[in-house]
T-cell receptor, first 114, second 117 residues
C-alpha cells in the first residue's frame, strides 16, 4: 500500500515570496506522483505529475516539483507566489504503470497575503 | 482537453429521499471513473471505482447498497445516494481516466455538494 504525508497543514506566505510545499510518500513499488490544486468549492485541477525521466517537473501556473527517490519526496515549489495561488494543494501517488486509484495526502492550505 | 463535468453542482434534499449525481467526461472516453467524498477541510476519500460495463468496486467501509454506482457508457457514471440522511451531507467528486492519451492521470470533476436536511 502507498501513503502520502503532507506535514504542513497550512503555509502562510507573502505575495511575491517563494514557497515550498512538502510531500513525502511511502511505497514498496514504483509510483507516479501528482500535485493537484483545489480552489474553494471546486474540484481538483492537475498542477503537474512525475511519471519517469527527469526528476524536475514543471507544471502550470509557474509551479515545479522535484522527485527525490532517496528521500521519497516530491516537494512543490514556486519562486514567486500570487494572491490567486491561495488554495488547497494535494499531493497524491498511484502505482506506476497502471491506471490505478490515487492515494492523497491530507492537503496543505497555501494562504498568500499582501 | 480532459474536461469532466458533474451535475448537479449542488443539491438539497430531505432525509429519506434518493439523490442521483452524474459524472461525465466531455471530450474523452473513460472506462474507469472514481467517486470520492470530501468532508470540510479534509482530504478526498475514495469511495468506489466505477468500470464501464461491470460492477463498481467499493472501498472498505462504503455501503454498496447505499451508494449505488452505474457506469452505463464510456462517458457517464452515476452515483445514487439512496435513503439519504444528514450524515451523508458532503462534497462528492468524481474523476475519470482517459482510455487513450494520458492514461496515467485522473481528471476531476468540479464536485457536487449534497446537503441532506
Amino acid at each position: 500500500a502507498q501513503s502520502v504525508t503532507q506535514l504542513d497543514s497550512q503555509v502562510p506566505v507573502f505575495e511575491e515570496a517563494p514557497v515550498e510545499l512538502r510531500c513525502n510518500y511511502s511505497s514498496s513499488v514504483s509510483v507516479y506522483l501528482f500535485w493537484y490544486v483545489q480552489y474553494p468549492n471546486q474540484g481538483l485541477q492537475l498542477l503537474l505529475k512525475y511519471l519517469s525521466g527527469s526528476t524536475l517537473v514543471k507544471g502550470i501556473n509557474g509551479f515545479e516539483a522535484e522527485f527525490n527517490k532517496s528521500q521519497t519526496s516530491f516537494h512543490l515549489r514556486k519562486p514567486s507566489v500570487h494572491i490567486s495561488d491561495t488554495a488547497e494543494y494535494f499531493c497524491a501517488v498511484s502505482v506506476a504503470g497502471t491506471a490505478s486509484k490515487l492515494t492523497f495526502g491530507t492537503g496543505t492550505r497555501l494562504q498568500v497575503t499582501l | 482537453g480532459a474536461v469532466v463535468s458533474q451535475h448537479p453542482s449542488w443539491v438539497i434534499c430531505k432525509s429519506g429521499t434518493s439523490v442521483k449525481i452524474e459524472c461525465r467526461s466531455l471530450d474523452f472516453q473513460a472506462t474507469t471513473m472514481f467517486w470520492y467524498r470530501q468532508f470540510p477541510k479534509q482530504s478526498l476519500m475514495l469511495m468506489a471505482t466505477s468500470n464501464e460495463g461491470s460492477k463498481a468496486t467499493y472501498e472498505q467501509g462504503v455501503e454498496k447498497d447505499k451508494f449505488l454506482i452505474n457506469h452505463a457508457s464510456l462517458t457517464l457514471s452515476t452515483l445514487t445516494v439512496t435513503s439519504a440522511h444528514p450524515e451523508d451531507s458532503s462534497f462528492y467528486i468524481c474523476s475519470a481516466i482517459p482510455i487513450s492519451g494520458h492514461t496515467d492521470t485522473q481528471y476531476f470533476g468540479p464536485g457536487t455538494r449534497l446537503t441532506v436536511l
